[in-house]
């Protein structure tokens, strides 16, 4: 009788529509990952084909609201030992692969990873403004992470100790601005859904400090004291729609609001 082989490590990822990511994302894990494991919330385009042909195990299912539930379904269907949790806009560079390898097949005492990424965005990684290191974690033994599902920006959870990786992961959510807006206004409505259930309110000091104070202090906060002016143009741009993030998000709030009174 045949041996199974052994996995050792499982790459994990949920999907909607990234035909134009999935390729290079697998391309960027071959050497490193034993499977990999895609669930995608029935995209419209090639992007499950994409990644059946490049040795993807594939699962449909509906594209939830909360993207977490499809992101835990496939760390809870990898089968080894250690997790690689990763968005398809994200590339993991060879010497980032290497130190990986070094972790699974030496004596981690550590139950998970952080690593650092490098932000694309207007035709350079960011360097500043918060936007580095921007440290996220992506390597944990099977059956110690997973995501909460509260909130999009959420971490891992990890049941153990957490060590960190020295070598960086490459995110490309930005190839150019267009797809900037996109996914700035889905987290807009992602925020201002959460003001909903926070049953925030729309009286004067409510406006005043969601579309004029936070979004003053959050530009500030990223453009001067994480140093976002350190790059140049795409640093401004970075840190001022970072601010106006909740100007909207606000202003959608109050919007849907007032359409349920009409």
Request: charged fraction near 25%; hydrophobic fraction near 35%; glycine fraction near 8%.
């Amino acid at each position: 009788m045949k041996k199974e082989k052994r996995i050792k490590l499982s790459v994990a990822l949920a999907t909607y529509n990234e035909e134009e990511n999935i390729v290079d994302c697998l391309e960027s894990v071959k050497d490193v990952g034993d499977e990999i494991v895609v669930v995608d919330g029935n995209s419209q385009d090639r992007t499950a084909e994409l990644a059946k042909i490049n040795g993807a195990k594939v699962i449909k299912t509906e594209n939830k609201k909360m993207f977490h539930i499809n992101k835990n379904l496939a760390i809870k269907t990898c089968r080894g030992e250690w997790i690689l949790l990763l968005d398809a806009d994200e590339r993991v560079t060879p010497d980032l692969a290497k130190e990986i390898k070094n972790i699974i097949h030496g004596k981690s005492t550590n139950d998970g990873y952080w690593v650092n990424r490098k932000n694309w965005f207007l035709g350079g990684f960011l360097t500043k403004g918060g936007a580095y290191p921007d440290s996220v974690i992506r390597l944990f033994k099977k059956g110690k992470g997973h995501l909460p599902q509260i909130s999009v920006h959420e971490q891992v959870a990890i049941e153990g100790s957490l060590g960190h990786l020295k070598n960086d992961l490459l995110h490309l959510a930005d190839p150019n601005f267009s797809r900037y807006l996109t996914r700035a206004n889905r987290y807009t409505d992602l925020t201002a859904e959460n003001l909903k259930n926070s049953k925030i309110g729309q009286g004067p000091l409510q406006i005043v400090f969601y579309m004029l104070i936070k979004p003053s202090v959050t530009f500030t906060d990223i453009y001067i004291r994480h140093g976002g002016f350190k790059d140049g143009f795409r640093g401004f741009v970075w840190a001022l729609f970072s601010g106006a993030h909740h100007f909207y998000a606000y202003s959608k709030y109050l919007t849907e609001k007032s359409q349920k009174k009409l």
